[in-house]
């Protein structure tokens, strides 16, 4: 069965561009410290807002007027009451009756502008603040109809503002997709405005970029990065803690694509910088991001060293007992457990789960789900199924009632989908790869490796219950989607195309599996070579299927489970 890579977490995000104050206590995963959609989310770059100035009259004498709300004196007024009562604490559905009373009378009074616009931005705001994030989506899509970016650069902030508050917002409901396409409107109109090269345009590519890895579309993701190093060039001088922040973003992108030594050189860069700068904390958070390099480059004491160094650090600053603590922790069970030394990762194991149980106050629900995710794994590797399934279950649990988190619970069912399948339990795997399934589609994400791969899986688990017909429809689709992400010569997608043929050939559609399998055999050969075990095997499978082609029709039919490709 092919490969099945947990998914990435999806940002905890909060309301932006209109904030208000409030705590933000977070943890940083992978060393990675600005905001990134795989984070905690900080709000969207923005230019200087044009601010309304509230009239010179007392709020008694605007209500003798508020009868009628195109009282042009009451919009500007009820916008600061609103304002001013979230600042302050206060009941939140009474901020949000006067912001929706001001969007009214801004409407009313003058009608599509600046003025209307930027209530609205406030009022979709609270909504989010509330957790109505469906509410807020109709209310910003009015706010950017309401501006024209061409009547002057305070409409174009406003409008700029506007697409990266409905892309913040789209995020947190977890449609990527959505979100990518709000980042791109406002960028265009920030370039329009500023032009290519403004040092603030930097901003807004790094947030583009960081949605565009959510989204695990990282050619995107490396365009946007680049661009903004090379605007870094032209404005900062060498080695700004700006630049070593891109070059962070880009050796994740890096890693993300598999070209370890690249990441590797752009994290050591970005060390250099911070360690001049005289910050500790970045300098450790990005030794745990070089340790992870050395595992995936199989350098096993380098990462052990790195993540040490990093764990002494983050002990002297944090404390023993908080969640980055447990996340080293859980870097260096890996490790060992890599390694062979499965006592040492189970202690560290264990040491991260005692954290996890009693986190410190302020840290995210996701953050410990995604720990937890991460040790299951590891037990999943140490052979202790149960205990595994356990974990990811109470990350199920965690994850439950917390919006715009479908993606990181369908990677978490997936996963499950794979436990249940290593142990034969198809049923149970069938079901909880199906959910991910939908909440994938849900969220958008049917163009992704991760979702080919998803797929993949359920055909599995469904020609295990003798579903064919449904399995050769998830094959195909897999298919589909891993040629275009992946290529044709990928292994994944031969895995895919192999067992697609074998589930053709359960239903009899012998001649459909000996093309496909023929196709297979040429890829393998070309980048094999004829004398590789599994060109043989492909050549077995092939001679046996065309015997078959040319006897009669009448025959008893192969075992599914023989057909299904065992390399895959």
């Known amino acids: 069965m092919l490969g099945l890579v947990s998914a990435k977490t999806t940002p905890n995000a909060t309301p932006q561009h209109v904030s208000f104050p409030q705590n933000d206590n977070c943890i940083h995963k992978n060393g990675y410290e600005t905001p990134s959609p795989l984070l905690k989310r900080t709000p969207s770059p923005s230019f200087a ?73 406030v009022e979709a705001a609270i909504y989010c603040s509330m957790g109505r994030l469906e509410d807020a989506i109709p209310v910003l899509e009015r706010s950017i109809e309401a501006l024209d970016h061409k009547n002057g650069s305070d409409h174009a902030v406003a409008k700029f503002s506007g697409f990266m508050q409905l892309g913040d917002t789209y995020s947190m409901l977890g449609r990527v997709d959505r979100s990518i396409s709000s980042y791109e409107s406002g960028l265009k109109i920030q370039t329009e405005t500023l032009g290519d090269l403004d040092p603030s345009v930097t901003e807004t590519c790094r947030y583009l970029a960081e949605a565009y890895v959510q989204a695990m579309q990282f050619d995107e993701a490396e365009k946007l990065c680049q661009r903004s190093l090379e605007i870094h060039r032209v404005h900062n001088a060498p080695a700004s803690l700006e630049e070593a ?28 910088v911070m360690i001049a700068a005289g910050q500790e904390n970045e300098v450790a958070a990005i030794d745990v991001s070089i340790g992870n390099i050395y595992v995936s480059l199989c350098r096993f004491d380098e990462a052990i060293f790195s993540y040490q160094k990093a764990l002494t650090v983050f002990k002297s600053i944090r404390g023993d007992d908080h969640c980055t603590i447990a996340s080293v922790y859980i870097r260096l069970a890996d490790v060992y457990c890599k390694t062979g030394k499965l006592r040492e990762s189970k202690s560290y194991c264990e040491n991260a789960l005692r954290i996890l149980s009693k986190p410190v106050p302020g840290i995210a629900t996701e953050e410990i789900a995604s720990g937890l995710t991460e040790i299951s794994a590891i037990y999943q590797a140490l052979n202790e199924h149960e205990e595994a399934l356990k974990l990811l279950d109470m990350a199920m649990k965690l994850l439950k009632d917390t919006p715009g988190q479908h993606s990181m619970i369908a990677g978490i069912e997936a ?28 969220s958008g994400k049917t163009r992704s490796v991760f979702f080919g791969i998803v797929l993949n899986q359920m055909g599995l688990a469904s020609a295990q219950l003798y579903r064919i017909d449904e399995a050769a429809q998830l094959f195909q689709e897999a298919r589909e989607i891993l040629e275009q992400e992946c290529g044709s010569c990928h292994l994944d997608t031969i895995g895919v195309y192999s067992n697609l043929a074998a589930t053709y050939d359960a239903m009899g559609r012998v001649e459909d599996a000996t093309v496909i399998l023929e196709y297979i055999l ?47």
Not at 97 to 105: F, K
Not at 417 to 428: C, Q, T
């Open 49 to 121: 807002k044009p601010k309304i100035k509230p009239p010179n009259k007392t709020l008694q004498e605007l209500r003798t007027h508020e009868s009628s709300l195109d009282n042009p004196d009451l919009g500007p007024f009820l916008l600061k009451l609103a304002i001013d009562t979230v600042a302050s604490g206060d009941n939140q559905d009474k901020a949000l009756d006067y912001a929706a009373r001001a969007s009214i009378s801004f409407e009313k009074s003058s009608g599509p502008g600046l003025d209307l616009a930027m209530s609205l931005q």
């Open 415 to 442: 996963h499950m989908g794979v436990m249940f399948y290593k142990v034969g339990r198809y049923g149970e795997a069938r079901s909880s790869f199906k959910n991910a399934v939908a909440k994938l589609r849900a």
């Open 245 to 272: 922040g891109d070059r962070r973003l880009m050796a994740l992108i890096y890693e993300a694509k598999g070209d370890y030594e690249s990441a590797l050189e752009h994290l050591v860069l970005a060390s250099m």
């Open 522 to 568: 040429k890829l393998r050969e070309e980048k094999l070579g004829t004398a590789n075990p599994e060109v043989a095997d492909e050549k077995e499978r092939l001679a046996m299927l065309l015997k078959e082609a040319g006897r009669a029709r009448i025959r008893k039919g192969n075992s599914l489970v023989n057909l299904l490709d065992s390399s895959s």
